[in-house]
């Protein structure tokens, strides 16, 4: 074979050796992408599945169904009973006798009165009061009303309490669980949905706890940031963008707005309990004091994505719009800012969704207080979804473990469902240039 031949055959051969490197180089290249995602979604899944595993029953809540006789005498001799006789009666000793009725148990017993009382929540009495109060026409009448159950008693109903344990190491007796078992099997003591995990506030025990007063307080801070930090940040990012002279002042205010979206979130919290509580006097743990920190840890994310949303309207908007004879203030409120305003609303939707999830700064202003009533103002004292989270993984109690993970389901479900409205509302106001 002539010499030119065999050159050019070798040629092509390493040719193709290059070819098929490149393409193997590629495939690889694409397995690990592949790999990397399915990584993360394996992960993504394990999350979600340990929290559902862990969370979903406290969706549900252990009650008796009992017939509690609402007698006269206990509300005191006047007829009608007077609201302080409705306030002062004795609920519990009308709670603890439906149930020895129901469970055949002796009062004269003391023991086993005491045994079978302690299977009752201690907000039993709290649910008949409301419900006198809220139709004082039952007082004389035998009502059935579902009594919440002891969280011993709800943690047995969701198969997470061990028998097997020695009776003197157990929260409840072999006397107490044949009670129990009796009253499962007749449909007396049923699970149902927990609207208590919705509407209580702090508490102690966890069948009586939910998240009612950190729903309203992380609404207050939530509505607080929208009216500051919105249009705040808007207006500085509008005047960065299109109004402030290029100079080193602006050029250190953007570096410093791009580093305070990099801050550490406590250090937002370590500022406002020094501005906001200790020099302007606003009340601690209040919904107002927390609402302004979470303002400015969302202040330079708005800010970034309003003026990405701005600088990425087309020049030839604002150039048609002063060909026109509009000024430039025109050109930009009716033009580009509504052009902005689907990369303007996924930014605040964004920077919502952080401060919803936030945590550090709130506990160091204070946002961990044991507050029970819902707080009617912002002035109020509350706490916020994340920080009831918080202090309930610090509980020892089995209940609070489940209400732990359901509190946290209830927190990705915001924080999707913030995410969902943010791609939506682009996309509906989305335009393609």
Known sequence: MPTGTRVASRTKEDSQKLIR?????????RAYGVA?????????????GTLLARGYTAFQQS????????DQSAFGSSSPPSQNDILMADYTK?????????????PANKAEAKAAASLLSANADTQIRKAVQADPSLIGKSVRLDLLAHGNVDTLMKGQFDRTVPENRRPLSDKQLGWLDKAAASGMLAKQF?????????????ETAGVGVALIGSLYMMAIVLLIAVPLGVAAAVYLEEFAPKNLLTDTIEVNINNLAAVPSIVFGLLGLAIFINFIGIPRSASLVGGLVLALMTLPTIIIATRAAVAAVPPSIREAALGVGASKMQSITHHVLPLAVPGILTGTIIGLAKALG???PLLMIGMVAFVVEYPRTPFDSATALPVQIYMWANSAERGFVERTAGATLILLAFLVLMNVTAVILRRRYERRW
């Open 94 to 106: 009308l709670a603890n006798r439906a149930l020895f009725v129901a469970l055949g148990v002796d």
């Open 21 to 29: 490197r490149r393409y193997a180089a590629e495939r690889r290249f």
């Open 194 to 206: 927990n609207s208590g995990l919705f509407s209580f506030g702090a508490s102690s025990k966890p």
């Open 358 to 360: 936030e945590t550090a």
């Open 63 to 70: 009650a008796f169904s009992l017939d509690v006789n609402l």
């Open 36 to 48: 990397a995602i399915l990584f993360g979604i394996s992960f993504l899944f394990a999350l979600f």
